[in-house]
């Protein structure tokens, strides 16, 4: 049985450092991850064959980012039951990504908050989703979550530490 993968569809190369941080995520957990530049309009039959393929293959949730269109998001939630997940553009309040909140009823759709490296969060959502029938991903998940903690509080002791002088 092949592993979960995380599919991840790109509307443009020009999503490429933000799906970047996405990737270098999901690497670092060790969770298997195919990435392509697909469009809903330009490639519509290739992106229904990618997406049928892949959920065939056993991908366990496909992140999407379409930068000033949601078009691409819209179009994989209603070619699998599997979880998708939408990237935002970072451009304004949910520019060209209004359409992603407002799926008819039974297409529903994940979206990662708004502003720099937020697009981490969505291999985290993916992550997690993974990790539902994974307990070693699980237990990085967790490891690198005690690992944020603790600098976090290392940070404020230092904060401390230099406001008592």
Known sequence: MPK???????????????????????????????AKVLSALCTAET???????????G????????????????AVASLTV??????????GFLDGSLSVI????????AMVSVGKDCAKNAAYLAAQIIALNDKELSNRLKMERKANAE????R???LQNQLSL
């Open 47 to 57: 992106t229904q064959t990618y997406v049928k393929e892949a959920d065939a293959r």
């Open 102 to 109: 407002q799926m008819p009823c039974g297409y529903p759709l």
């Open 151 to 154: 600098a976090t509080i290392a």
């Open 59 to 74: 991908a366990a949730v496909f992140i999407c980012c379409a930068s000033e269109a949601a078009h691409l998001i819209g």
């Open 4 to 34: 979960p993968f995380a599919a991840i569809l790109m509307g443009s190369d020009s999503d490429l450092p933000k799906i970047q941080l996405v990737i270098d995520v999901l690497k670092a957990l060790h969770v298997p991850v195919e």
């Open 156 to 158: 404020d002791a230092a």
């Open 82 to 91: 599997k979880p998708v997940i939408g990237v935002p553009n970072d451009s």
